[in-house]
């Protein structure tokens, strides 16, 4: 399939080590924020979600951290492995409802 | 099925041709949403139902699109006249409902324009 990655920032990444992915918001309004990761020829795949009550929200090898005084979310992704190679997308919800606003993606790549 | 399912996955159409993206939504799930995706961009928003009802279309880019859910389930968008711009991944994304904001998409469909 075609890439998606086509001139985006890009991470590399050694195998094992541990990745960090930001992203920059627009929309103080926005009480939910979400990671997709994508690979090349597939959909977004969901990762994690956060709402604005919370700075922290870990799950399986993933943390998602968001400060929302500067408005910047983050997504950790401990002992990257090949298979994390993608596109990674964050959203928000700019309107207070259930409408996705993405942000630019970023790719990682995952080196053996 | 499991997820979001979309037909046809590739599409080549000639310019002034009219399209028709079909979205199987996951079965029990309220919301359906559509997304155009250029290539090297993230997912812009399009349409949104709930149910049948077609709540926010702010996001077609021209009269040209058209969506329609008539039974709340499978979803089609409809691209009369099809311009080169309008090439690109169409996503479809299903929800549980309207306060559950995690989406679920589908693999997309790529529509080349000639």
């Known amino acids: 399939g075609e890439s998606v990655g086509l001139h985006l920032p890009t991470l590399s990444v050694q195998e094992g080590d541990n990745s960090i992915i930001n992203c920059a918001y627009s929309n103080s309004a926005s009480d939910y924020f979400i990671w997709y990761k994508q690979e090349s020829g597939k959909g977004p795949q969901f990762i994690i979600d956060i709402r604005s009550n919370m700075d922290k929200r870990q799950g399986q090898r993933v943390t998602v951290l968001l400060n929302k005084t500067v408005k910047h979310l983050s997504l950790q992704i401990a002992a990257t492995q090949p298979g994390d190679s993608a596109v990674y997308f964050c959203a928000e919800n700019p309107h207070g409802n259930n409408r996705l606003a993405f942000g630019k993606g970023n790719q990682v790549v995952v080196i053996p | 099925g499991a997820g979001v399912s979309q037909s046809p996955r590739y599409k080549v159409a000639k310019r002034g041709q009219d399209v028709a993206l079909r979205c199987d939504p996951i079965s029990g799930h309220v919301s359906l949403f559509w997304y155009q995706q250029a290539l090297g961009q993230g997912p812009e928003f399009l349409t949104y139902f709930q149910n049948e009802a077609q709540l926010d279309k702010s996001g077609l880019p021209s009269d040209r699109f058209f969506a329609e859910r008539p039974e709340g389930s499978v979803s089609t968008l409809k691209i009369q006249r099809t311009q080169q711009e309008d090439s690109a991944v169409y996503l479809c994304?299903?929800?549980?409902?309207?306060?559950?904001?995690?989406?679920?998409f589908g693999p997309g469909t790529r529509l080349t324009v000639t």
């Open positions: 994304a299903s929800s549980l409902g309207p306060k559950s904001y995690e989406q679920y």
